[in-house]
């Protein structure tokens, strides 16, 4: 399958919603997504000749959503910028029969000086929106590059990924991994020289995020500080506050809304 998007080709994955077994269970070793569980990562971005301290909190909801046909958990990720709120967005994952894990689509709230200036989503299945491959159940050095999913203008969402390196050591604050996988992430509105680099380690999720290119405005980088699962009154608060984007999103007006979980539903949202 494929499209065409600023004179250039954007080559899709196969996606088969049949693929799915309806079930929310992300199992994948390099992306591992359990209800409540939270990644907190700091660093350093540049903006301009400056470098800002950046702190990025991840955290995986006990909400799901049917996404172009396939159930899909919440992921709820919030952005600071020099210690200000720069983004909160919600992003849907599923993994399929075959243990690769799909982006199905993300809603992104833009801040400014704390206060809400707009927002942008694409959804796979609506306004020429498809979906893309997030990680791959066995990833390979010498593959292809494969679509992390695709959404026209204005989004104008065209992320690639690629393996990088296997089988690498990396120490952050949250500890020292082995066997790390690093996967490259290019798009096309960037241009290929422009790479943003991620640190995968076994049954962790992402570690450290890099860069290789000459894009300055990419120089960013992202370190594991604390890695961990949530009381029920946290977790309950993220869920709180991914079900404020949702309702917030005029698009969600053409999707089913969100739900909890069976887990949650039978300890009561607890």
């Known amino acids: 399958m494929a499209r065409k998007a600023h004179a250039l080709e954007i080559r899709l994955e196969a996606f088969d919603r049949n693929n799915f077994d309806g079930l929310t269970k992300i199992d994948n070793k390099w992306f591992p997504l359990q209800p409540g569980m939270q990644w907190t990562y700091e660093g350093v971005t540049r903006e301009g000749n400056k470098r800002v301290p950046h702190r990025v909190v991840q955290t995986v909801t006990d909400l799901t959503n049917v996404v172009n046909g396939v159930r899909a958990i919440v992921v709820w990720d919030v952005d600071y910028k020099d210690g200000e709120l720069q983004e909160s967005e919600i992003v849907f994952f599923a993994q399929d029969k075959d243990g690769n894990v799909w982006q199905l689509g993300e809603l992104v ?147 089913p809304p969100v739900e909890l979980t069976q887990s949650a539903t039978d300890t009561g949202g607890q």
């Open 109 to 255: 709230e833009i801040y400014e000086e704390g206060e809400f200036v707009g927002a942008h989503a694409w959804i796979a299945g609506l306004e020429g929106a498809s979906a893309g491959i997030m990680m791959k159940a066995d990833p390979q050095l010498g593959t292809p590059s494969y679509s992390q999913g695709y959404a026209p203008a204005p989004v104008n969402w065209s992320d690639r990924a690629k393996v990088d390196q296997i089988g690498q050591k990396s120490c952050v604050p949250s500890g020292c991994y082995k066997d790390v996988l690093v996967i490259a992430e290019s798009s096309t509105k960037e241009g290929q020289d422009a790479k943003q680099l991620k640190y995968y380690a076994p049954g962790v999720g992402y570690i450290r995020v890099g860069w290789k290119g000459r894009q300055e405005k990419l120089r960013e980088k992202l370190e594991l500080r604390e890695v961990g699962k949530l009381t029920p009154d946290a977790l309950a608060k993220a869920r709180d506050e991914a079900l404020a984007i949702e309702k917030r999103a005029y698009l969600y007006g053409r999707t």
